[in-house]
């Protein structure tokens, strides 16, 4: 079973279970007439826990991947509610309904946002970094004192194919090609940036690694890159020779400067991101790239 299969890394992830022969269980809030029926789709109101205890009970799932949250790091107020239903309240009832059909293994995700573990004085900047904190220190519960076996992963700057064309990356490449100008802020925040076919092999071997139950792990390349850098290497691999404009927004404050800790996830898990960050973006630039000419084309259909 996973959640928020339609959104960037539960669509993946469904793909590649999918492509092995697994009985794959994307679970959504809604189905869209042109989601991929290659696997079967459920929707689900994961806030309400009669409907969760339901859907545990039709399924049974031997494996549980919790992909679903309301993703964004702004410090906004009106982001309490709406991140601690989607976020908090929807993983303490999947908790629960996993734990009461024993499933074989709980693999929820992270945030790179979060405070340090065992920093526990630290406030989380945004409501969607405390929501995830609150939903890691439940799972760490349900593991200590109901031995539920959750293993959490934590995402770095996560980039490719398919992402929602409001992040950086889509956001940049998709202007460039229809030709115009990025509005960004200065640029100089350095991320830890990793390409998504390596997370998602990070998440599917936290599935199958044994004795890692109650664990944290991060899926990140281990280098610091800035954003600006970023940016200039879309504009250089697009050649278009447009300039973003940087600037143009303000910088988010207190936002923090976080590196994967790779030692440990090698040295547990076997696993490093293998994909060179100039690759990663050639082949998303690759991706949207088709994606554009397909919409212009449907868009704008050869008269006959």
């Not at 994307?26 to 789709?41: C, E, L, N, W, Y």
């Not at 610091?224 to 600037?247: C, D, K, Y």
Request: proline share 6%; hydrophobic share 40%; glycine share 6%.
């Amino acid at each position: 079973m996973i959640t928020g299969a339609s959104g960037f890394l539960g669509s993946h992830l469904c793909r590649r279970y999918h492509s092995t022969g697994a009985e794959v269980h994307g679970v959504s809030r809604k189905i869209s007439p042109k989601a991929d029926k290659t696997f079967q789709r459920w929707a689900t109101d994961l806030t309400d826990l009669k409907s969760v205890r339901s859907l545990f009970r039709k399924i049974k799932p031997d494996i549980l991947f919790h992909l679903s949250a309301q993703v964004t790091a702004a410090p906004n107020a009106e982001l309490v509610p709406t991140t601690f239903e989607s976020i908090l309240k929807s993983t303490v009832n999947l908790l629960i309904s996993a734990n009461e059909i024993g499933c074989k293994r709980i693999v929820l995700t992270g945030s790179l946002t979060e405070p340090l573990p065992g920093d526990t004085d630290a406030a989380p900047m945004s409501p969607y970094a405390a929501a995830k904190w609150a939903s890691n220190a439940y799972a760490r519960m349900f593991h200590a004192l109901y031995e539920t076996p959750v293993v959490i992963v934590r995402p770095f700057m996560t980039y490719g194919p398919r992402q929602n064309r409001s992040k950086i990356v889509p956001y940049v490449i998709l202007s460039l090609m229809g030709n115009e100008i990025p509005q960004l802020s200065s640029g100089q925040w350095e991320a830890d940036w990793v390409y998504v076919d390596d997370v998602i092999d990070g998440i599917v071997t936290a599935a199958r690694t044994p004795g890692i139950e109650g664990c944290s792990f991060d899926l990140g390349s281990g280098t610091l890159v800035s954003i600006r850098s970023v940016v200039e290497q879309i504009v250089s691999l697009t050649r278009t020779g447009i300039s973003p404009s940087f600037h143009s927004l303000p910088d988010r404050p207190a936002e923090q400067r976080r590196i994967a800790d790779t030692d440990y996830v090698f040295q547990n898990l076997g696993w490093k991101a293998t994909t060179p960050l100039k690759k990663g973006l050639e082949q998303t630039i690759e991706w949207f790239k088709n994606e554009f000419t397909q919409n212009r084309k449907r868009n704008n259909p050869a008269k006959k």
